[in-house]
């Protein structure tokens, strides 16, 4: 999975100095855009960037706010990157994450309405396991919605739909296609990719946004021991 660099898309760049990231981060925060998505990935990241340019006075952004955006069609897109310090994650409500020791991930679209798409999810769970092998963040499963910073009700639904980690390991290529295993006779439920599975805790809510295979059968889990390891 590729990430199309800050310089490949932005039109305004960074028109201000911009601090350096910290390495590791202690946390990936989760935003939405509020905007509306189209078929063009640069384009739309672009809209985000000028959102912000015109409240570059006001909120003092120096750049686009977040390190990175995930389109709908699954697409990343570079912002701060692990380069700078991101300006999107200020605390409000207190605690030890703020801006200095966490980056930014900004689903493009508004989530108040929709769901994420599949793609996203995936593209989602790349760059998490992505930033963990590269050192920038220090765990990949410490994400946490903008809401839990400050009084805010972003990221809507995005949060709530972005369903359990992906797996270490080659997750989420090509030939690791993730499924979702149910047991017919418990209702419990896994969704597994090449040799490992994760235990799914809120089924209705998975559902309700998967697109991916299904699987279904009877004492599902002995199935799943039997063929899996269990993360």
Known sequence: MNIVPFGDWTRRGRWWPTRALSKPAAAIVIHHSVTTPTSSPRADARKVEEVIYQRRWKSRFSMVAYNWMIHPDGTILEGRGPTYRNGANNNTRGGAISNH???????????????????????????????????????????????????????????????????????GEEDEEMVTCIDKLSGEAWVCSGTKARKINDVGQWMSTWEGPVRRANNMKFVIDDLYEIV
């Not at 980056?103 to 930033?131: K, N, P």
């Not at 903008?146 to 009700?153: D, G, N, P, R, V």
Request: glycine share 6%; hydrophobic share 35%; aromatic share 10%.
């Open 101 to 171: 020791n966490s980056v930014s991930v900004c689903f493009i679209g508004d989530y108040r309405t929709t769901l994420l798409t599949e793609a996203q999810r995936r593209a989602f769970w790349w760059l998490a396991q992505d930033l963990e092998r590269n050192g920038t963040v220090a765990n990949s499963n410490s994400v946490m919605p903008h809401s839990a910073l400050s009084k805010t009700t972003c990221p809507a639904e995005a949060y709530s739909s972005l369903g359990p980690p992906m797996f270490n390991g080659d997750a």
